[in-house]
């Protein structure tokens, strides 16, 4: 059964949105605070580029003057799209080990506890071999940053083309090959595991697929939670995020989400898309959240 509390108040959720840092990375704070969060997540760099970027004395001290002002400390970043770790060129692969290792030094000079990454692609050489480039990548990353204490979050994938980590025995794997337990852990996204087969649409499959979860993975290594509604049904493998309660998993689901007293100290960020015919989207996704938490 989904464990809720019986007496709570929006002041109880973690919620928060992915934010642009296009105005300067201490902004994506001031946005997040306006809108009401208690969590963000962000780039630290342009997510589509292969192109590094240092941070700089005076954004390192603002970013940490405004996270002292609003007081959001659950920070997330997210990797830059084209990092692959289990890439079949092993060029890409050199590339994406040298990006991920500069995301988590920025991450690091920032002090976010987290930074969430797509595992990967095997590109037609296998799970098997997928898996273990991957393994093999980070803890060769983690053995070069000793001293980095940023978190590193595999993300559920949907499963489209050759991905990996659309099922939790394929995450379990690779987990279990790093190391480095203590630097790991697990963003789970909504739309991705209901894509992938993971139905959360009902109370019961809701509970069926926690259950899972905590069996093969642990809710005690999720420290972060995607919540994004889904265009497409349950399976279909297709990565299409949708306004919450506006897509096949509708209200029910993320009812059953928010209200998980389980999951409650978990941060939750939307990654919904920003505009409907050209408003603003994130305050109302926002609000449909803490509306259903109350319900």
């Avoid at 306006?34 to 590094?52: D, H, M, P, V, Y």
């Avoid at 098997?128 to 204490?149: C, M, Q, V, W, Y």
């Avoid at 993971?198 to 697929?209: E, G, L, V, W």
Wanted: one cysteine or more; glycine letters at 8%; a positive charge.
């Amino acid at each position: 059964m989904t464990a809720q509390n019986e007496k709570y108040t929006t002041d109880d959720l973690i919620l928060g949105a992915h934010l642009s840092i296009s105005c300067g990375l201490h902004k994506a704070l001031e946005e997040a605070e306006s809108l009401g969060c208690r969590a963000l997540q962000i780039f630290t760099k342009n997510a589509s580029t292969w192109r590094e970027k240092t941070l700089s004395d005076n954004e390192i001290t603002e970013f940490d003057r405004l996270r002292e002002k609003t007081g959001i400390s659950a920070i997330a970043s997210h990797t830059a799209y084209l990092i692959n770790p289990a890439a079949k060129d092993p060029a890409i692969r050199e590339k994406s080990t040298e990006a991920l290792k500069q995301e988590l030094i920025r991450c690091g000079e920032l002090k976010l506890p987290w930074v969430v990454l797509h595992p990967g692609s095997h590109m037609g050489d296998g799970e098997k071999t997928g898996i273990k480039r991957i393994a093999e990548t980070i803890s060769h990353i983690f053995s070069r940053l000793p001293d980095n204490s940023t978190r590193l979050l595999l993300e559920t994938t949907a499963g489209q083309g050759t991905s990996l980590g659309c099922r939790f025995e394929q995450l379990a794997e690779i987990m279990q090959k790093i190391p480095y337990p203590q630097r790991l852990g697990i963003c789970l996204d909504t739309c991705h595991i209901f894509a992938a087969g993971y139905d959360i649409s009902n109370k019961k499959a809701y509970d069926k697929t926690i259950k899972n979860f905590d069996r093969i993975l642990g809710i005690k290594n999720l420290f972060l939670i995607h919540v994004n509604d889904a265009l497409k049904p349950c399976g279909s493998r297709v990565d299409r995020h949708a306004h919450i309660g506006k897509g096949m998993i509708g209200d029910k689901g993320f009812s059953c989400l928010v209200k998980d007293s389980r999951l409650a100290h978990i941060p939750k960020i939307l990654e919904t898309p920003k505009k409907n015919n050209g408003e603003n989207m994130d305050p109302a996704n926002l609000a449909h959240l803490r509306a259903l938490y109350l319900s």
